[in-house]
Each structure stands twice: as structure tokens, then as C-alpha cells.
């Protein structure tokens, strides 16, 4: 098990995601602990990143739970459909929100997030969480991170 991150500040983005996936890949690799391994990824991410917020939320009984996350104290429980997260939940596809206040129906968890993209990762057919990745800066995301994001959540394994 590797718990040491080699992080990548003065590459592009595309560069830092490809140095970064391999090693959360590393990481979580044997560990059959749903919470340690969402726990690693959010953490990996928000160390690369540096990001506002990162964590996720686990379908359960029918609602968005707030999971292992790394930032400032969360929304609890999310319904599908509410907000940007549970937007990608119903819609079943990654959201890039360039403005939060733009979002019609956006939760405003806290005032100083600016930009999200929320990710959703499935079990089968079924989506059973959401990456939600938030930012203090307005347009922080694009399609750069939906494709890397997308490829970290194919390593989720309940």
C-alpha cells in the first residue's frame, strides 16, 4: 500500500489527473472498505487539487447520504433531483456548473462554493453515488475533469 503522494503542481491538468489516478488506483487496491476507500480518493483529490470541497454522497433509502469527504461541515441528505447533486443522480451523467447561483434549485451547502461538478458512479445500471467536487472559483471545471472524474469513479467497488 502506498500512502505517499508524488503531487504534480506546475503540470496541466490532464498531466496532474494522469500522474494522480494511477497512484489513488494504487491506493485503494485490496482495501475492500467502501468508507477507507472513498475517504483516500477524496483526500487524494483535494491534496492534487486543492479544491473547496470533496466528497461523496451513497444512494440510501432512496436519498443522497453524505459519505467521507474532505472541507468545510456538509448537507446531511440530498433528494433526488434537489440540486446539483441530485440533479446528476436523477439525470444519471456528470454535471459541470460553471455557476452555482446560476443552477436553478442549487443547495447552497455553503456560500463561498462558486463552481461544482458532481459525478455519478453506478453498481451495474444503478447509480449508487455521486462525486461532488466543488470550488471557490467561478468556471473551475470543464470537460478535462468530467472525463478523469469519470474514469476514477469506474474504480469505486461495492
Known sequence: MAEDLQILQSADKAAQYQSLLPQIEALIQGETDLTANLANIAAALKEQFKWFWVGFYL?????????????????????????????????????IVPDVEAFPGHIACSSLSQSEIVVPF?????????????????????????????????????
Open 59 to 95: 444512494v440510501k433509502n432512496g436519498e443522497l447520504v453524505l459519505g467521507p469527504f474532505q472541507g468545510p461541515v456538509a448537507c446531511t441528505r440530498i433528494g433526488l433531483g434537489k440540486g446539483v447533486c441530485g440533479a446528476a443522480w436523477q439525470q444519471r451523467k456528470t454535471l
Open 122 to 158: 453506478f453498481k451495474g445500471d444503478e447509480v449508487v453515488g455521486v462525486l461532488d467536487v466543488d470550488s471557490e472559483l467561478l468556471d473551475q471545471f470543464d470537460e478535462t475533469d468530467a472525463l478523469y472524474l469519470e474514469e476514477l469513479v469506474k474504480m469505486i467497488v461495492f
